[in-house]
């Protein structure tokens, strides 16, 4: 099983989404969390999102309240982070992760230039 996702590189006040497929077995049932780790500090979780089961409940980090959404296509088994009005503090390695199996993504860069 693998997660995969996408960055890149944007400027401060700019937006972008990163997009994170699991397989369908995996993705059905679990919530999924994104994590980001920003240079010299921690992996702290930035946004959360429960299965259907539990009504697609969001959960986000205080400091990316307001700016970023998360969503997730069941047809397309992705979980989508919507990141906008970006700071140069939000940049770090963003990662995927299915808490229920412990479960991490390879990480994806994203860089917000000022």
């Known amino acids: 099983v693998q997660l995969q996702a996408w960055g890149g590189l944007v400027q401060a006040g700019g937006s972008l989404r990163l997009s994170c497929t699991a397989s369908?077995?995996?993705?059905?049932?679990?919530?999924m969390t994104w994590y980001r780790q920003a240079p010299g500090k921690e992996r702290e979780s930035v946004a959360s999102i429960t299965s259907i089961t539990s009504g697609f409940t969001a959960k986000f980090a205080r400091s990316v309240q307001g700016r970023f959404t998360i969503s997730r296509n069941s047809a397309k088994n992705t979980v989508y982070l919507q990141m906008s009005s970006l700071k140069p503090d939000d940049t770090g390695v963003y990662y995927c992760?299915?808490?229920?199996?412990?479960?991490w993504g390879q990480g994806t860069l994203v860089t917000v230039s000022s």
């Open positions: 369908r077995s995996i993705f059905a049932t679990n919530a």
């Open positions: 992760h299915v808490p229920a199996y412990d479960l």
